[in-house]
């Protein structure tokens, strides 16, 4: 709740409804799981999760700091689950509430390649926008270096594929998780999301554009 480039983001009105309530509607149909959680610390976002249908686990203020991380928190909510239900689950998801434009089909393939036990962890990715490989360094006085100079003039089909975490959809086995505490574990797989659905909400730019993909998304699937 405390964000500080984009007040109030988790529950930020989208095209009519709060943004954390895609999320919670994707998990719910989706028909994957057992227990659909919010972690907060905020009384504005518990109030508004439990209207959209989700439980909702109190944080602790350490847990909400700017120096806390989600491996922290999802640490936090394990523990906490096998103290109420006496066992961890087998595996969770951590879907993250600003990213509202991801589907339930995007769960539930990106589930079907964990549940396939060929891999532990299973991220969304998406493409860079432009070739990561090109970046330069500023210096102090200005001055602009190649970050890679032995890759930034390479023929581009013969550079390294890169892409990026899409932050929307991780799925993860919690043996493993609990074990390496990372969700960038070994034995970890991506299901490729296009950029579009993989808009974060963090400034108000982001809000524009989720605003205008969600009105478009509704508008074409009104007549289906």
Same mark, same amino acid.
């Given at each position: 709740?405390?964000?500080?480039?984009?007040?109030?983001?988790?529950v930020?009105?989208?095209?009519?409804?709060?943004?954390?309530?895609?999320?919670?509607?994707?998990?719910?149909?989706?028909?994957?799981?057992d227990?659909?959680?919010?972690?907060?610390?905020?009384?504005?976002?518990?109030?508004?999760a439990r209207?959209?249908?989700?439980?909702?686990?109190?944080?602790s203020?350490?847990?909400?700091?700017?120096?806390?991380?989600?491996?922290?928190?999802?640490?936090?909510?394990?523990?906490?689950?096998?103290?109420?239900?006496? *066992?961890?689950p087998?595996?969770?998801?951590?879907l993250? *509430?600003?990213?509202?434009?991801?589907?339930?089909?995007?769960?539930r393939?990106?589930?079907l390649?964990?549940?396939?036990?060929?891999?532990?962890?299973?991220?969304?990715?998406?493409?860079?926008?432009?070739?990561?490989?090109? *970046?330069?360094?500023?210096?102090?006085?200005?001055?602009?270096?190649?970050?890679?100079?032995?890759i930034?003039?390479?023929?581009?089909?013969?550079?390294p594929?890169?892409?990026?975490? *899409?932050?929307?959809?991780y799925?993860?086995?919690?043996?493993?998780?609990?074990?390496?505490?990372?969700f960038y574990?070994?034995?970890?797989?991506?299901?490729?999301?296009?950029?579009?659905?993989?808009?974060?909400?963090?400034?108000?730019h982001?809000?524009?554009?989720?605003e205008?993909?969600?009105?478009?998304?509704?508008?074409?699937?009104?007549?289906?």
């Amino acid at each position: 709740g405390g964000s500080k480039r984009l007040p109030g983001k988790n529950v930020i009105r989208v095209a009519g409804r709060p943004v954390i309530d895609y999320t919670v509607q994707a998990a719910i149909k989706s028909d994957l799981f057992d227990h659909i959680i919010v972690s907060t610390e905020d009384s504005d976002i518990a109030e508004c999760a439990r209207v959209c249908g989700a439980e909702v686990w109190e944080r602790s203020r350490e847990l909400a700091s700017d120096l806390s991380t989600m491996d922290d928190v999802m640490k936090d909510v394990l523990e906490r689950f096998k103290n109420k239900y006496d *066992a961890y689950p087998k595996t969770f998801c951590c879907l993250l *509430a600003t990213s509202a434009l991801r589907s339930f089909e995007d769960i539930r393939e990106s589930f079907l390649m964990l549940k396939s036990g060929d891999c532990d962890f299973v991220m969304t990715y998406k493409e860079y926008e432009s070739s990561p490989h090109e *970046a330069l360094k500023i210096g102090e006085n200005a001055e602009l270096t190649p970050m890679w100079p032995n890759i930034m003039f390479q023929k581009r089909w013969e550079r390294p594929h890169l892409v990026k975490d *899409a932050g929307s959809v991780y799925w993860l086995d919690t043996k493993s998780f609990l074990e390496q505490e990372t969700f960038y574990g070994n034995n970890l797989k991506g299901y490729l999301i296009p950029a579009e659905r993989a808009i974060d909400l963090d400034v108000p730019h982001d809000l524009e554009l989720m605003e205008y993909f969600m009105n478009k998304y509704n508008s074409e699937t009104e007549g289906v």
